[in-house]
């Protein structure tokens, strides 16, 4: 009996010696519980902003052979001023007919659709930072419809969702339908990512007609960018931007996280392009419609 | 960025890559009283997290002390994890023991969880059965079931039921044996099928292989591992 007590004592003891590490625990266990959820956009169906700058002219009307697109995720809306001079000043983005914006909020979304004279239309899915964080989709022609889709699963350090914005433009041969995705970061688990592609590729090949879809898919882990683009070629998708070189910055380097993926389109060019407006590069892709 | 703290972050995400375990490197002897077991264990996991199997480096190091001859307490911590446990010695006869080892263990899985975990804790019952060959080698075939709970912000802040709940069953073979007095090497293999108690059936397996070098902080008075 005397031993077993004094066993005992011994492990008293050696529990009462390893406070500290159970301090750090009830600290790991406190950063949890401080773990405070984002305001998120729950609504479906909004908040819905839009506007109409581009002139209705008879060239934006015109025959249609070949268009361009551009994908551009502009770190929280920060450097607005620069992101206009990349798109207006860039040979290959001055001619996008179609971009498509990530991390913004409506002032930021409507300044550039402004000074481009493109129209707009944007959706947030959360506040980061005390501003909305969505995404927008700007047209040379007219947004006949447009969607928010909220994407499954929601951030585990915070909860936030994450959004895609679908569009449906009034092209002059036939209308197109665009989505402007945002996928969430490493923090949510690989699976729980290709959920989210799987979600928007779903939702895009129900769809007659040409489609694109482009965005920040945040595929910077070893294995995500595969398994994100069979999503979209399994469904009779084309990776267009499977030649570009990666387009966002990270701690261990660039990395191939901004995609897009075409439907009834051949790709006649890709690229991205040098900015200092975000932690992304905007891409590019030059597409010739099949009719 | 600058290199070092590039290569610190390279690092730590390496790190973070294995944080979840589920080693043990555990024979069925406890750490004799009054001795200090040291463990430093190179295993990787073979684990599918949506992308297909995926093969990721799991660095470990581990402190036993023994408190009696059948029970000792135990920590081991890898990257962003930590588990506590005792092993209990419940049966010898002749060159075979039984040892019991409840278990406690937590994790941050930044990057491995395979859907919405953050943190993760498990807790659970390994059973080793220790087979003694020649006079320090020691064959070990363990059985273990733990509990998983892998939380998230929402789970803690919101809705509990966003938390996810797992069964986590499975075997191991390794074997101890000295390369020196006092040091032992330990390669071990653990196969693992975790079932999730959310209604999605079983998931892939996981593998866990490595091989943990063992050193103890000094001789005990009498045999090595002398019987209760």
Not at chain 1, 163 to 177: D, H, K, S
Not at chain 1, 219 to 239: H, K
Not at chain 2, 114 to 123: C, E, I, K, R
């Amino acid at each position: 009996m005397t031993t077993w007590f004094s066993n005992w004592r011994a492990v008293f003891r050696i529990a009462a010696r390893r406070r500290a590490q159970a301090a750090a625990g009830l600290l790991c266990a406190s950063l949890v519980q401080a773990c405070a959820l984002v305001e998120n956009y729950d609504d479906p169906d909004g908040p819905r902003y839009a506007a109409e700058f581009a002139p209705r002219t008879e060239s934006a009307a015109g025959p249609l052979a070949e268009l361009s697109v551009c994908s551009f995720n502009i770190e929280l809306s920060e450097h607005i001023a620069e992101a206009i001079a990349d798109l207006s000043g860039d040979e290959h983005l001055r001619t996008c007919s179609v971009i498509l914006l990530q991390e913004m909020d409506w002032p930021g979304a409507q300044r550039i659709a402004e000074a481009l004279a493109f129209d707009v239309v944007y959706y947030p899915g959360s506040v980061h930072s005390g501003k909305d964080f969505g995404n927008a989709v700007l047209s040379r022609w007219p947004i006949l419809d447009d969607a928010k889709l909220i994407l499954p699963h929601r951030n585990p350090s915070n909860g936030r969702i994450r959004i895609a914005v679908r569009a449906t433009l009034g092209v002059p041969f036939a209308p197109i339908t665009v989505y402007s995705v945002h996928g969430d970061t490493p923090w949510l688990g690989a699976a729980g990512r290709l959920d989210q592609a799987d979600a928007v590729a779903a939702d895009a090949s129900r769809l007659v007609g040409p489609v694109i879809v482009g965005g920040d898919f945040n595929t910077s882990d070893p294995g995500s960018v595969d398994s994100t683009v069979e999503r979209f070629t399994s469904r009779a998708f084309t990776w267009a931007t499977a030649a570009v070189p990666p387009s966002a910055g990270g701690p261990l380097g660039k990395s191939k996280i901004d995609h897009v993926f075409v439907k009834e389109f051949a790709v006649a060019g890709a690229g991205t392009v040098a900015s200092d407006a975000s932690d992304h590069q905007p891409i590019w892709v030059n597409l010739v419609v099949l009719h | 960025m600058a290199l070092a703290p590039r290569l610190g972050l390279c690092l730590a995400l390496l790190g973070a890559q294995g944080c979840v375990s589920y080693g043990s490197h555990l024979s069925a002897t406890p750490t004799p009283p009054g001795q200090t077991e040291y463990s430093l264990n190179a295993d990787g996991l073979i684990l599918d997290r949506g992308f297909g199997r995926q093969v990721l480096p799991n660095p470990e190091a581990s402190m036993r002390w023994g408190l009696t001859r059948r029970l000792d307490f135990g920590l081991r911590v890898n990257a962003l994890g930590a588990e506590a446990s005792s092993r209990i010695g419940i049966l010898q006869r002749g060159r075979y023991r039984f040892t019991v080892v409840p278990l406690l263990g937590g994790g941050f899985v930044p990057a491995t969880n395979q859907d919405t975990g953050l943190v993760t804790s498990t807790a659970g019952v390994l059973l080793l059965n220790g087979f003694t060959l020649g006079s320090a080698t020691e064959v070990v075939v363990g059985l273990r079931s733990q509990v998983r709970l892998d939380l998230n912000a929402v789970a803690v802040r919101e809705d509990f039921s966003a938390a996810n709940w797992s069964l986590v069953p499975g075997g191991s073979v390794g074997v101890r044996f000295p390369v020196s007095q006092r040091v032992f090497l330990f390669p071990e293999l653990v196969v693992l099928v975790p079932r999730s108690l959310e209604g999605e059936g079983v998931q892939a397996p996981i593998l866990q292989g490595g091989i943990g070098i063992q050193w103890e902080s000094r001789r005990a008075p009498g045999p090595a591992h002398s019987p209760p």
